[in-house]
């Protein structure tokens, strides 16, 4: 893909609903933080039908199903995902996540190296899950939806 088709099909804003955020540690908030700025930073990101970005894209949860809301000029369209498929994968996820945290601060670098391990294998697995659920809706890569990923992670717990 040309350059200047990647530069029309990204997210240039994304905002997280307030009200569906869960209430996060502090290392959970550096990783969604984390998550924005690489987001926006570089991103693939290609709704179907749209026509050329850039676009605002605004997450949220709406009746236990997850909301993109995504405009460009002329155009605004709102796709909703069961978060049924994700409970799984994000409840180990989090599991994980907790365990690799508590290891940072107490165990060996073999320890911490084998959660993060795991840990980047279930995120890749909800990652790749939601491009699948996106399919027909938006196109992104892997990094992308990596991104997208953790901050859908911000949200679940709440709704």
Not at 75 to 100: E, N, Q, T, W
Request: with cysteine; net charge negative; aromatic share 8%.
């Amino acid at each position: 893909m040309s350059t200047d088709a990647r530069a029309n099909h990204r997210i240039k804003s994304i905002e997280i609903d307030e009200e569906s955020l869960a209430a996060a540690s502090r290392d959970q908030e550096q990783e969604r933080q984390v998550a924005i700025f690489d987001l926006l930073e570089g991103n693939y990101f290609e709704p179907a039908e749209a026509g050329d970005g850039p676009y605002d894209v605004r997450l949220s949860l709406i009746e236990n199903r997850l909301a993109f809301d995504i405009a460009s000029a002329g155009h605004a369209r709102r796709h909703l995902l069961s978060l049924s498929p994700f409970r799984g994968v994000i409840k180990d996820y989090f599991l994980i996540c907790d365990s690799y945290y508590s290891a940072i601060r107490n165990s060996s670098p073999q320890q911490i190296e084998a959660l993060d391990m795991g840990r980047r294998g279930l995120h890749n697995e909800g990652s790749n899950l939601l491009r699948e659920r996106l399919e027909g809706k938006v196109k992104t890569d892997l990094d992308t939806a990596r991104r997208l990923f953790t901050l859908i992670c911000a949200l679940h717990w709440r709704g």
